[in-house]
C-alpha cells in the first residue's frame, strides 16, 4: 500500500490511461453526431496494425538512414487514416445506407479483430517470425520531453512521457472547446440532438455525421497504436488490445460525452488497469481479481449513470438512430 500512490504508480496510471483516452474521444465525437459505432474495439486493431505496418516497412525502405521521428510520424498518419477507413464504411452502412448501427458497430468490431490479427500475423511471418520496429524508433515512443523530464518530482509526473499522451491530452482540449465552444461544434451537437431541426436551420445533417464520425474513427485508432507501439515496444502481439476499446465505450457514459472528464475517467481507469503491480494483496493467488477489476468497475459505472436520471448525464436525444430527411 505504501507504493500505491507513488509517483510511479502515477506515472503508470497515465501511460495506462492514454489509449483509453484516445477511444472514449474519438467515440464521444462519434455520438455528438447521432451515431452510436460499437465499433472502437476494431477500430483500435487497425490503427494499431496499421501504425506499426507504417514505420515497419519505411525503415525497411529507408534502411540505416532511417528516422525515429519519421517513423513515429508514418505510424501516426497510417493509424489515424486506416482505422478512419473503418469509421468510413460503418458511415456508408449506417447513414447513406441506414443500416443498424449497432448490429453495424458491432460487424465492425469482428472485422477489425480479425483484420489486425490477420495482418500483424501475416507481416511476421513474411519477416520471418515477429515484426519489430528499430530501437531508435522505440525511443521515441518511450521518451519523455528532454531536459524537461530530468527535473526532480515534476519531471518525472508531467515530463517523462511519450508524445502520444501529450497529444491525447491536446485533442481532450481542442476537442472540449470546439464542442462547447464553436458555431461547427454546437452545429454538430445539434446534429446529435435533433437533425430535423438543424436540417430545417440549413445545417448539412449527412456532412456532419460522416466527418464526426470518421475523425473520431481515426482519434480511436491512434489509442491501438498506443498500444502497439509504446506499450508492446513495436511488437505485433495477437488480440492485443484486449478489450480496451469496450472500456472507452463505457468510459464515453462515465464521462458523460465530456472530453475534460474524459480525461479524468482514462487516468481512473488506467490506475485500475496497473493495479496489481502495485498491490501485494493476495499474491500471485489475486492477480486475476485485479486483471477483472476495470471491467467490474466498467459495470458500475454503467449502473451508476443509468441511475442517475440527470440531463446533463443522458446522451444525445437522437443517438443511434438514422436519420429520413422525408420524416422531418
Request: proline share 3%; hydrophobic share 50%.
Amino acid at each position: 500500500m505504501s507504493n500505491l500512490f507513488s509517483i510511479a504508480f502515477v506515472m503508470a496510471a497515465v501511460a495506462a490511461g492514454a489509449p483509453l483516452l484516445f477511444g472514449t474521444l474519438g467515440e464521444i465525437l462519434t455520438e455528438k453526431s447521432g451515431n452510436l459505432n460499437l465499433g472502437v474495439e476494431g477500430m483500435m486493431y487497425m490503427g494499431g496494425v496499421a501504425g506499426l505496418a507504417g514505420a515497419y516497412y519505411y525503415e525497411q525502405m529507408a534502411g540505416p538512414a532511417a528516422s525515429g521521428v519519421t517513423a513515429a510520424v508514418i505510424a501516426t498518419v497510417c493509424a489515424f487514416l486506416c482505422a478512419a477507413f473503418g469509421a468510413l464504411l460503418y458511415s456508408v452502412l449506417t447513414i447513406t445506407l441506414r443500416a443498424n448501427q449497432n448490429v453495424t458497430g458491432l460487424a465492425l468490431t469482428i472485422f477489425g479483430t480479425g483484420f489486425g490479427n490477420l495482418v500483424g500475423e501475416a507481416m511476421g511471418n513474411a519477416a520471418g517470425g515477429f515484426v519489430a520496429v528499430s530501437q531508435s524508433t522505440k525511443s521515441v515512443f518511450n521518451g519523455g520531453i528532454p531536459v524537461l523530464q530530468d527535473l526532480p518530482v515534476v519531471g518525472k509526473l508531467l515530463f517523462s512521457y511519450n508524445y502520444l499522451v501529450y497529444l491525447a491530452v491536446l485533442v481532450a482540449v481542442v476537442l472540449s472547446l470546439f464542442l462547447n465552444h464553436s458555431r461547427l461544434g454546437l452545429n454538430l451537437r445539434s446534429v446529435g440532438e435533433n437533425p430535423g431541426t438543424a436540417d430545417a436551420a440549413g445545417i448539412n445533417v449527412t456532412a456532419y455525421r460522416y466527418l464526426a464520425t470518421c475523425i473520431g474513427g481515426g482519434i480511436s485508432g491512434l489509442g491501438g497504436m498506443y498500444i502497439v507501439m509504446a506499450q508492446q515496444q513495436g511488437v505485433w502481439v495477437h488480440n492485443c488490445i484486449a478489450g480496451k476499446g469496450w472500456i472507452a465505450v463505457a468510459l464515453v457514459i462515465f464521462a458523460t460525452w465530456s472530453p475534460a472528464r474524459a480525461l479524468a475517467g482514462s487516468l481512473v481507469f488506467g490506475g485500475l488497469s496497473v493495479l496489481r503491480l502495485y498491490m501485494n494483496w493476495g499474491g500471485n493467488r489475486l492477480a486475476p481479481i485485479y486483471d477483472i477489476v476495470p471491467y467490474i468497475a466498467t459495470v458500475v459505472v454503467l449502473i451508476a449513470v443509468s441511475i442517475r436520471q440527470r440531463r446533463e448525464s443522458q446522451p444525445p436525444a437522437n443517438l443511434g438512430n438514422a436519420y429520413f430527411r422525408e420524416e422531418r
